[in-house]
T-cell receptor, first 117, second 119 residues
Framework: EAQVTQNPRYLITVTGKKLTVTCSQNMNHEYMSWYRQDPGLGLRQIYY???????DKGDVPEGYKVSRKEKRNFPLILESPSPNQTSLYFCASMGRATENSYNSPLHFGNGTRLTVT | AQKITQTQPGMFVQEKEAVTLDCTYD???????LFWYKQPSSGEMIFLIY??????QNATEGRYSLNFQKARKSANLVISASQLGDSAMYFC????????????????FGKGTHLIIQP
């Protein structure tokens, strides 16, 4: 089954304790991305990756790191989490657009609810 | 300026009625894609329907259809014969060419519409 798998689903941690949220996709997608979702703010992109070893900042990258050593994996790292990073996080992947066609949807993982106290 | 605007933060609709969720978008590109996603209270993001900018016909997927008006830059989602299980957040999103931003070949999302279907 084609899917994006992210873990854990729920995570409660304390300020300053480094954590990693894992993300893996089995669709051979080149594009992967991390979003955070907050009430009233919708989905905001944190980082994205166009291919292995190619990553770039999204709209809200501060306080986050990513890496793309393999095509299928795109972990999100919070080196020193703070309470304002309490949020619902989504990993997603997407197939390449072809000329004049963008019909490959973004496939989402099930989300990680992070609470930083 | 927002690239995707969803003007209805919340909607209440009677079961079995049709629902139209509004979405307007802003792009200067001729080639782009428009998507709708559903997010139930359980949190997952479910892809519903896609419309390409060059598609001449409105997209349909079961009870979902997309009312695409290119000149007005609107891509409204229509749900026919609404059901209680349609209660959820709905997000409109756009994919543009790589050079236009949106996370370089990613999707830009609207802030969503919270739809509640009443029995």
């Amino acid at each position: 089954e084609a899917q994006v798998t992210q873990n854990p689903r729920y995570l409660i941690t304390v300020t300053g304790k480094k954590l990693t949220v894992t993300c893996s996709q089995n669709m051979n997608h080149e594009y992967m991305s991390w979003y955070r979702q907050d009430p009233g703010l919708g989905l905001r992109q944190i980082y994205y990756s166009m291919n292995v070893e190619v990553t770039d900042k999204g709209d809200v990258p501060e306080g986050y790191k990513v890496s793309r050593k393999e095509k299928r994996n795109f972990p999100l790292i919070l080196e020193s989490p703070s309470p304002n990073q309490t949020s619902l996080y989504f990993c997603a992947s997407m197939g390449r657009a072809t000329e004049n066609s963008y019909n490959s949807p973004l496939h989402f993982g099930n989300g990680t609810r992070l609470t930083v106290t | 300026a927002q690239k995707i605007t969803q003007t209805q933060p919340g909607m209440f609709v009677q079961e079995k009625e049709a629902v139209t969720l509004d979405c307007t978008y802003d792009t200067s590109d001729q080639s782009y894609g428009l998507f709708w996603y559903k997010q139930p209270s359980s949190g997952e993001m479910i892809f519903l329907i896609y419309q390409g900018s060059y598609d001449e016909q409105n997209a349909t997927e079961g009870r979902y259809s997309l009312n695409f008006q290119k000149a007005r830059k609107s891509a409204n989602l229509v749900i026919s014969a609404s059901q209680l299980g349609d209660s959820a957040m709905y997000f409109c999103a756009m994919r543009e060419p790589t050079y236009s931003g949106g996370g370089a070949d990613g999707l830009t999302f609207g802030k969503g519409t919270h739809l509640i279907i009443q029995p």
